[in-house]
């Protein structure tokens, strides 16, 4: 009897202990659903917290700040100052002696290319022009004699027509000797040769020489590359955020390559569009002569922005996560279970230039700037309990 007792006792032990535990579990659980919801841009703190974060509140002022952007870019130069040397009919490459880096000016010979084609076309504008002498004579004397009805109208507009011909032929023939580069009117049955000069558009430096003696050419081959180095110009790549921050006039200094000595240039222009990667090109003329600049070379840039009155936190008050940047407020203070509470909210910002220790930043729409205590110091702090979820927060 008493071990069936025994059973007994340790079965009722059992069940009230199963039953001590739901009761539990159900208190736990309304515990749970009576735990404070806290908004996701909200921190809160105790007052030893707030001590252990070294939190400290300051307020957003107004500053004149002249902020400098870091861009890189690269030496370019205008179209009118770099040229490109063909010849329009091909040939034969005659001679040349000219090296890249060779110094030319407008007009100089930069090599002679010879063809059997340039004589046949002074042969054809010569023949072409005394015939149109002959025909220039034929036709007044065709007036005279249409004018005083000797002969016919038929007769007339034939040789009008056969005159107006040969003009045309002469004129085209001009223009094709004037483009490989012989005058037409100082060629004569004593001059006529197999061999034109090819001529440097632009004063400037022999920037490439694709060709050698007796290499043969063609209209599409590009001879010689020259280049005006004495207007360079920089071309800057901005990102999109950045594209408001700088205007006509502003001074850059800048560094090619990783030399030491700095230069100075002039923004002239700003791109008018968005590119596909969300970058902005800004232009700027090189200030003096830099005599170690090429077109091409890459530059690092500084660009200093002009003083505005803006609003400004200290950099230290300025967090980024996911890409965006924050600044923590002071919302309000609280009690909670008896203890003292601060809730500190995060709002999204837009970062201007920095300064002097200063940060520019573009604030929400309808923001109370004179009354908002922003978190000067300890920021990342808040930012590292938002993060961890509570790990500082209570």
Do not use: W
């Not at 309304?30 to 809160?44: F, G, H, L, N, Y």
């Amino acid at each position: 009897m008493t071990k069936y007792k025994f059973k007994v006792l340790v079965f009722v032990a059992t069940f009230s202990m199963a039953l001590i535990s739901c009761t539990g579990n159900k208190k736990s659980g309304a515990v749970v659903k009576e735990t404070e919801q806290i908004p996701e841009d909200i921190v809160e703190l105790r007052d030893d917290q707030i001590k252990l974060a070294g939190i400290e509140t300051g307020t957003i002022e107004m500053r004149a700040m002249s902020g400098s952007l870091k861009v890189s870019g690269t030496v370019s130069v205008a179209p009118q100052d770099l040229a490109t040397v063909c010849i329009p009919m091909g040939g034969f490459i005659k001679s040349t002696n000219l090296m890249p880096g060779n110094a030319v000016r407008k007009g100089q010979t930069l090599a002679i290319v010879e063809n059997q084609e340039f004589i046949d076309i002074q042969q054809n504008y010569l023949e072409a022009k005394n015939k149109l002498e002959l025909a220039k004579a034929e036709y007044n004397r065709q007036s005279e004699l249409y004018r005083n009805d000797i002969a016919s109208q038929k007769n007339m507009q034939q040789v009008a027509s056969g005159y107006k011909s040969l003009k045309v032929q002469v004129k085209a023939l001009e223009q094709k000797l004037s483009l490989i580069g012989i005058n037409p009117f100082k060629l004569n049955e004593d001059n006529i040769s197999r061999s034109v000069a090819v001529t440097s558009p632009i004063t400037g430096y022999v920037k490439a020489v694709n060709i050698s003696i007796g290499k043969s050419v063609s209209a599409s081959d590009v001879l010689f590359e020259i280049v005006n180095s004495n207007k360079l110009f920089l071309e800057l790549t901005l990102f999109e955020k950045d594209a408001d921050k700088v205007a006509y006039g502003e001074k850059i200094r800048f560094y090619i390559n990783n030399e030491t000595e700095q230069h100075e240039a002039a923004i002239y222009q700003t791109g008018k569009s968005i590119n596909n990667d969300k970058t902005y090109k800004v232009y700027a003329n090189v200030l003096g002569h830099c005599k170690n600049m090429l077109p091409g070379m890459y530059v690092n840039a500084v660009i200093q922005a002009k003083s505005n009155q803006v609003t400004s936190v200290p950099s230290a008050a300025v967090v980024s996560f996911e890409d965006k940047d924050y600044i923590f407020v002071q919302d309000k203070n609280k009690v909670e279970n008896g203890k003292a509470m601060t809730e500190y909210r995060m709002i999204q910002i837009h970062k201007g230039v920095t300064g002097d220790g200063f940060t520019e930043v573009d604030l929400p729409e309808g923001f109370n700037t004179k009354a908002a205590k922003v978190i000067i110091q300890g920021a990342y702090n808040l930012l590292s309990a938002k993060k961890n979820a509570g790990e500082m927060s209570c």
